[in-house]
């Protein structure tokens, strides 16, 4: 197998891997994934790299996703400045904007939630901590996304925070095809698992 027919075996699986784990998280009962937010949640609170940040990046649920909606609140309680992310259609990107507890979101074609694109930005190496969603993910810190690369390119801007991928112990896998411009994470938080990952030591 030469290394081009390599690289599209490793998309077809990612490929056939985040349609497998789209449509069993789409199953979770609602009362399971409370239980299992909640269970998330704790564990990412007793992560030093969350609790101690002066500010992270979080995201929105939607859908079948953990809800983040405690670790929100939570981190503003605390008073630690929490961002969340706006699609830039235009660009093909992501773009952090600083938000408080009284932001106004609102959905964007995709049906999630956004900030303002007149909130503002976060600037380059301003964040401790980055939340990362996605669909499965292994113990090595490799992660399958929705298959845009938001997060791919979002993460190499803020190469100080520490990146933890969260989602329900269901989603672990024994091993993520890695390709070209994947960007993994230092620690994957399930309900059951805390996990330091070794890609990025």
């Not at 490929?15 to 269970?39: E, T």
């Not at 810190?141 to 690369?149: A, E, L, Q, S």
């Not at 989602?167 to 411009?181: K, M, N, R």
Request: glycine share 6%; proline share 6%; net charge neutral.
């Amino acid at each position: 197998m030469n290394a081009d027919e390599e690289t599209r075996l490793r998309h077809d699986v990612k490929a056939r891997l985040r349609q497998q784990a789209r449509a069993i998280r789409g199953q979770l009962p609602a009362g399971a994934r409370a239980k299992r937010s909640n269970a998330i949640t704790d564990r990412v609170l007793a992560l030093d790299a969350f609790s101690e940040a002066q500010a992270v990046a979080m995201f929105v649920t939607i859908r079948s996703e953990v809800d983040t909606s405690h670790l929100l609140r939570g981190a503003w309680a605390a008073g630690t400045r929490v961002a969340l992310p706006r699609i830039d259609f235009d660009n093909d990107r992501l773009v952090l904007h600083w938000v408080d507890a009284d932001a106004e979101l609102t959905p964007n074609r995709y049906g999630i939630p956004e900030p303002s694109a007149s909130l503002a930005p976060v600037s380059a190496e301003k964040l401790g901590c980055i939340l990362v969603p996605g669909l499965a993910a292994d113990d090595r810190g490799h992660r399958i996304g929705y298959g845009r690369g938001f997060y791919d390119r979002l993460l190499p801007e803020q190469p100080r925070a520490t990146r933890v991928f969260i989602g329900y112990d269901f989603q672990l896998v024994a091993e993520v095809p890695d390709t070209e411009g994947d960007e993994p994470v230092d620690w994957v938080i399930t309900d059951a698992r805390t996990i330091r990952c070794p890609a990025r030591s």
